[in-house]
């Protein structure tokens, strides 16, 4: 089955370390996303890109970069970690009219 | 920017009682609204989508009501299970963008 993949799945790292997040998809869509997902915050859109060569802020990118290598995969960077970072990330991809999202497994980091 | 409220943010029914959560989103071009079911540990996923050229779609159990001169919208399950308990959330998207999403419901359905 077409989907979205997320690795690592738990990572654990300190403050101050650089930290990679990988992102792949098999659906063919053009459209993907890095959410982060905090309890009683919902999920918060961290950056987004629309095709390889499109790169967009979301509304908490602050913290973050994001790379996208090709069309099924687009990484998220935490260039110096802090510990209110600890959250889950959700990786998720969409067709080009915005309707449904597919997410990834999610990666728990934990910033100590 | 959107702005999606979302309510209540926990739900304690009875098995076999309905459940209502309930958005609201501020942005009067949004056109599509979805909502999504998170269970515990997993990825959320696509339960029912609604569009702004209609006003109620229903599957089986579940079912979305949309209100645009209120800009509201909510999700409906009757017959609750055990089964759903999870996280809902609703989202909204403007035109061709991107989802924004309310901050979660957690429905607990007792045996």
């Known amino acids: 089955d077409a989907d979205v993949t997320q690795t690592p799945r738990n990572r654990i790292t300190k403050t101050g370390k650089r930290i990679m997040l990988e992102c792949s998809q098999t659906k063919g869509h053009d459209r993907m996303y890095w959410y982060r997902q905090d309890p009683g915050l919902g999920l918060q859109l961290i950056y987004y890109s629309f095709d390889v060569k499109d790169i967009n802020k979301g509304e908490i990118s602050d913290g973050y970069s994001v790379s996208r290598q090709a069309q099924a995969k687009f990484s998220l960077s935490l260039e110096s970690a802090i510990p209110n970072q600890t959250a889950l990330y959700f990786c998720?991809?969409?067709?080009?009219?915005?309707?449904?999202?597919?997410f990834g497994q999610g990666t728990r980091l934990t910033v100590v | 920017g959107e702005n999606v409220e979302q309510h209540p943010s926990t739900l304690s029914v009875q098995e076999g009682d309905s459940a209502v959560i309930k958005c609201t989103y501020s942005d009067s071009a949004s056109n599509y609204f979805p909502w999504y079911k998170q269970e515990l540990g997993k990825r959320p996923q696509l339960i029912i989508d609604i569009r702004s050229n209609v006003g109620e779609k229903k599957d089986q159990r579940i079912a979305v009501t949309l209100n645009k001169t209120a800009k509201h919208f909510s999700l409906h399950i009757t017959e609750t299970q055990p089964e759903d308990s999870a996280v809902y959330f609703c989202a909204a998207r403007s035109g061709y963008s991107t989802l924004t999403f309310g901050k979660g419901t957690m429905l607990l359905v007792s045996p």
């Open positions: 998720a991809t969409s067709p080009n009219d915005g309707t449904e999202a597919f």
